[in-house]
């Protein structure tokens, strides 16, 4: 019903930026509510930043002024544009939508996001 592709991880020097990119496809996708979440081993997955569909944004403390989250609703893409990075912000990075308030939650396969020098 949904398929979600992360791309854009990579490695990066502290300080560095990079840009997540989440391309959607499916006939069930509508941007009700797409989100990034990260996750590093040993730990749960944490939410990073939503956006709704009205365009409401909310963020994680930890990157709040730093990321930023957007969409282009014409190529069904979701981005985290990622600034200041920290080594604590490596991990994997997965996009997840969910279609209705009821509906189960989607997710992309993940991307590595390498901060080191």
């Known amino acids: 019903q949904v398929q979600l592709v992360e791309s854009g991880g990579g490695l990066v020097q502290p300080g560095g930026s990079l840009r997540l990119s989440c391309a959607a496809s499916g006939p069930h996708f509508n941007f009700y509510r797409v989100g990034w979440y990260r996750q590093v081993p040993g730990k749960e997955r944490e939410m990073v930043a939503v956006?709704?569909?009205?365009?409401?944004?909310n963020y994680a403390e930890s990157v709040k002024g730093r990321f930023s989250i957007s969409r282009d609703i014409a190529k069904k893409t979701v981005y985290l544009q990622m600034n200041s990075l920290k080594p604590e912000d490596a991990a994997v990075y997965y996009c997840?939508?969910?279609?209705?308030?009821?509906?189960?939650?989607?997710w992309g396969q993940g991307t590595q996001v390498t901060v080191s020098s």
């Open positions: 997840s939508t969910r279609i209705s308030a009821s509906s189960r939650e989607y």
């Open positions: 956006i709704i569909s009205n365009g409401i944004t």
